[in-house]
C-alpha cells in the first residue's frame, strides 16, 4: 500500500500539495482494512481522526470566539456542535469524493463502508489532522475556513444547530405531554469496530431508528429520522411563536 500519486485530483480539489504522501495515505485506512492485511507495515487513520478531531474542534471555536463577541457560551457551543458533528463533516467528505480514496476490508465493501456517514465524517477528520501535521496549523485552519466554516450562515439559516433530541423532546412533551425514549435495537460489527442502531420511541410507539459509532451518536441520529417521520421538522414551539 505505497503512497502514490493517486490523490493529485485531491490535492487540486482541496488546495493542498502534501509534502509526505504517506500521511494522506494513512488518512484513508480504515482499521478493518489493517485487520485483514496484518502483514502491512502501515497504521490505520484512528490516531489521525484523534488529532484531527482536536484541531477541528480549536479552530471552530478560536473561529467563533473572535466572530461573534457579543454571543454566550451557550449559543456558541450550539453552534460549534452543529458544525463538528458527524452528518455534517459526512456531507462535506461525501461532496469531496473522500470515500472513493478509502482502504477498507472485504467486508466492508460489501457493506458500502464508502457512503457509511460515520466512516465518512472519521475519514473527513483524519485528513485534516494529516493536513496538520503535513501543512501546519495555518494551513490546515485555511481548510477548515474553506469547505466547514462558510457553512454556518446556512445551518443557522435551516435550524440545523439546534440539537436534534433537545427539539424531539420539547415537541413531543408539548404536543404529546410524554418524554421520548431511546432504547438500542442492534449492535452490529466486531468489538474494535462497533456500530449501534437505537430506536426512538414515545411512549411504547417506535417512531425511527438511528445509527452510529456510539450509542450517543446514534440516539441523535434516531431523534433526527423522528422528527421527519413526525413531520416536526419546521414545527414551531409555542415559545418561539410569542
Known amino acids: 500500500m505505497p503512497a502514490n500519486n ?28 489493517m485487520n485483514e ?12 481522526e484523534f488529532l ?17 463577541p457579543e454571543e454566550e457560551e451557550g449559543v456558541l457551543t450550539n453552534w460549534r456542535s452543529a458544525l463538528v458533528k458527524g452528518k455534517h463533516l459526512a456531507e462535506i467528505s461525501s461532496e469531496l469524493d473522500l470515500g472513493l480514496y478509502l482502504y477498507l476490508s472485504r467486508g466492508e465493501e460489501r457493506s458500502g463502508g464508502r457512503k457509511k456517514n460515520y466512516i465518512l465524517a472519521n475519514t473527513l477528520e483524519a485528513l485534516i489532522g494529516a493536513m496538520y501535521l503535513d501543512q501546519g496549523y495555518q494551513n490546515a ?36 405531554g410524554l418524554t421520548p425514549e431511546y432504547r438500542l435495537v442492534k449492535e452490529e460489527g466486531p468489538d474494535h469496530d462497533k456500530s449501534f442502531i437505537m430506536g426512538a420511541y ?6 425511527a431508528e438511528g445509527k452510529g459509532s456510539s450509542k450517543q451518536k446514534a440516539e441523535q441520529e434516531a431523534a433526527s429520522a423522528a422528527l421527519k417521520a413526525k413531520q ?11
Open 141 to 176: 485552519h485555511k481548510f477548515i475556513d474553506a469547505f466547514i466554516l462558510k457553512r454556518l450562515d446556512e445551518i443557522l439559516k435551516k435550524g440545523l444547530h439546534i440539537d436534534a433530541k433537545s427539539r424531539f423532546q420539547e415537541i413531543a412533551q408539548e404536543e404529546i
Open 52 to 68: 484531527g478531531d482536536a484541531v477541528l474542534e480549536l479552530v471552530v471555536t478560536d473561529y467563533l470566539y473572535k466572530k461573534y
Open 202 to 207: 414515545i411512549g411504547e410507539e417506535f417512531i
Open 232 to 242: 416536526w421538522e419546521n414545527y414551531q414551539l409555542k415559545t418561539e411563536e410569542e
Open 6 to 33: 493517486r490523490y493529485a485530483e485531491l490535492e487540486k480539489k482541496i488546495h493542498v500539495d502534501f509534502n509526505d504522501l504517506s500521511l494522506i495515505d494513512k488518512a484513508f485506512v480504515h482499521k478493518s482494512y
Open 37 to 48: 492485511h496484518r502483514e502491512l507495515k502501515s497504521e490505520h487513520n484512528e490516531r489521525l
